[in-house]
């Protein structure tokens, strides 16, 4: 009796991924098995499109300590500014990584750098709602008009201190930051668009 009770226990520890857990088999597939590069999901393949239309789990603090969690940063960078892809910002479901992390370039900074945000949450949104548009990597051959709040406050784990930070964004990297942070929730740019067109260029 008391043996599987225990057993249940390990069970349900497996599946839940608690707060010391570590990188899935299949995450770490992903994450190390691939080049440089990793492929992004596109709503086109139906597998694809329904891993993008999952929610993302948080990161423990053992996971953000990890070689695995600096390659996983590495190459989301690596992959948003492949010439292939060209993009502003990329989140983890894109490349089959269900986990609440962004890459997001941050125009708002000198030299405009690409930096990652592990898991990141928008704590609130505020000033005028401004429409502009918008693509997506996972969405080829499309484009909306979307709008969005101009200015934005956003938590993260920092995966050197381990705190929690804060930071106040507004302008076109608050828009950057409002898009990614859908997709963690499973939705997609085109769920909020006034109005859509293709543009195959
Ligand atoms: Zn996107």
Known sequence: MKKSILFLVLALCGCSNPGQGSFSKAEKAVIDG????????TIGDRSDSLFLRG???D???KE????????????????VTDPSEDGVGIAGPQVGIGRRVVAVQRFDK?????????????ESKSGEMVSGQEGCLSIPGMRGLVPRYSKITISYKDPSTLE????????FTAVIFQHEADHLDGVLYIDRADSLWTDNR
């Open 34 to 41: 691939q080049g440089e590069v990793l492929r992004v999901l």
């Open 55 to 57: 929610e993302c789990k």
């Open 59 to 61: 990161f423990s603090d």
């Open 64 to 79: 953000l300590k990890s070689e695995t969690f600096r390659t996983l940063s590495r190459k989301l960078i690596s992959t």
């Open 110 to 122: 000198e030299g405009e750098p690409f930096e990652v945000y592990p898991n990141v949450r928008i």
């Open 164 to 171: 929690t930070v804060r930071d106040t964004i507004e302008g």
